[in-house]
């Protein structure tokens, strides 16, 4: 059985990374418009910002069988086996990762590894790796 779930978005994130962006160039088209030593710079920046905005619509958690695939635009993190996952909290760590939200999952798995995700139902995630392996933790409350 397969079951994929997307990643959560935080648009209040999305705005502060437009700002940091694109914020310093506000001053630079207010006062010198648009010129063309400022439109590849501008062209730049958006490209970027285009392709961050494809890593926050494009992250989702599959699971296979006793497989989690994590995916975050075009990049692909190394498979999670569920049977060596341990436990599942909440976790308000802001270190980058295959997060588009800061309503973030830890989930702690082989020797000493851990990964931080962000699925849209963190409840029934949670729920579906534990009916793969009933031996983890979850330390997550609806409460």
Do not use: Q
């Not at 692909?76 to 341990?86: A, D, G, R, T």
């Not at 990762?97 to 963190?122: H, V």
């Not at 029934?124 to 031996?135: S, V």
């Amino acid at each position: 059985m397969t079951k994929t779930f997307n990643s959560k978005i935080s648009y209040g994130l999305l705005i502060v990374v437009f700002v940091v962006f694109f914020g310093s160039l506000i001053p630079t088209l207010i006062y010198g418009g648009l010129t063309l030593k400022t439109i590849p710079i501008l062209l730049f920046i958006a490209l970027i910002y285009a392709l961050i905005l494809h890593m926050f619509f494009n992250t989702t958690y599959t699971l296979t069988h006793n497989i989690l695939k994590i995916k975050c635009g075009f990049f692909h993190y190394k498979p999670i086996v569920i049977s060596e996952i341990k436990e599942i909290s909440k976790s308000s760590n802001i270190i980058s990762s295959p997060a588009a939200s800061f309503d973030r999952i830890e989930i702690k798995y082989g020797k000493n590894n851990e990964m931080i995700l962000s699925p849209k139902d963190k409840y029934k995630f949670a729920d579906f790796l534990t009916r793969i392996n009933p031996r983890i933790k979850n330390n997550l409350s609806e409460n």
